[in-house]
């Protein structure tokens, strides 16, 4: 099964693992898993760090460089029709990151993986 990882679920699990449930350790476990992250993802990262709301050493890029190259996900591509669906999709605020990550997981069918409540009521895309 694919899985997109939302933001916080990426950050948790390489900087505090003990915020992830069980059962979303139980699918970053199981080897027939593969796990996914948007471009979007690295944006939010970057953002958060700037805003002083994460600490990343010794600087941003060079952690989130380390970072993909340890975590087990691989990275999906944008394309013009996850911008498309980014603005079609149902949900009840304009966050572009949660729209873009959204719209990934709609577009490539994935189950997203996510604590945020707004996304979680998001009707057209799957969840855990």
């Known amino acids: 099964m694919k899985y997109l990882l939302d933001t916080h679920i990426w950050l948790w699990s390489l900087l ?8 979303i350790l139980e699918v970053f476990q199981n080897l027939h898993h593969e ?3 948007s471009p979007i993802t690295i944006w939010e990262t970057l953002i958060l760090s700037e805003k002083r ?11 989130i460089t380390e970072a993909l190259q340890r975590s ?4 999906v591509p944008l394309s013009h029709l996850i911008a ?25 069918e994935m189950t997203l993986i996510t604590m945020d409540e707004p996304l979680r009521n998001c009707s ?5």
Not at 16 to 23: A, D, G, S
Not at 84 to 108: C, G, M, S
């Open 16 to 23: 505090e693992p003990q915020k992830l449930p069980r059962r």
């Open 84 to 108: 498309l669906k980014n603005r079609v999709i149902e949900l009840p605020h304009q966050d572009p990151a949660d729209r873009f990550i959204a719209a990934t997981a709609w577009e490539y």
């Open 72 to 75: 087990p996900v691989q990275e």
């Open 35 to 37: 796990l996914f992250i």
């Open 124 to 128: 057209q895309i799957r969840i855990l």
């Open 53 to 63: 709301k994460i600490q990343l050493n010794p600087s941003a890029s060079e952690w």
